[in-house]
């Protein structure tokens, strides 16, 4: 069984920074399909970046150029470094996992329901 913990949340001023970090148990493949989605109270849940162990990594457009999403094999860890923050990126972040072989796209655009595993999430509260 597939799982998720995250960390590295917490409160940061407007133009701050911080990395979130995601422990992955139980992904037997070598490859992988994994991504951030962030969720505020009574809205659905966006996805904000994503990498595959080909390399290919996406981003929502309001974090291109500020968020980066990366992934250690040897840690087996996902992480998302998370600079110039704004008011709008406070939200749970969820880590989460799609099934080893899903390969990602340019224009793909995440979905959460191609990724069935997930963490319980870390929240980040951004203050202007």
């Known amino acids: 069984q597939v799982q998720l913990v995250e960390s590295g949340g917490g409160s940061v001023q407007a133009g701050g920074s911080l990395r979130l970090s995601c422990e992955v148990s139980g992904y037997k493949a070598s490859s992988y399909c994994m991504g951030w989605f962030r969720q505020v109270s009574g809205k659905k849940h966006e996805g904000v970046a994503a990498?595959?162990?080909?390399?290919?990594?996406i981003y929502a457009d309001s974090v291109k150029g500020r968020f980066t999403i990366s992934h250690d094999n040897a840690r087996k860890s996902l992480y998302l470094e998370m600079s110039s923050l704004k008011p709008d990126d406070t939200a749970m972040y969820y880590c989460?996992?799609?099934?080893?072989?899903?390969?990602?796209?340019?224009?793909?655009?995440?979905?959460?329901?191609?990724?069935?595993?997930w963490g319980q999430g870390t929240q980040v509260t951004v203050s202007s």
């Open positions: 990498i595959d162990s080909d390399g290919t990594t």
């Open positions: 989460a996992a799609a099934p080893a072989e899903f390969r990602l796209w340019d224009e793909y655009v995440m979905v959460g329901s191609d990724f069935p595993y």
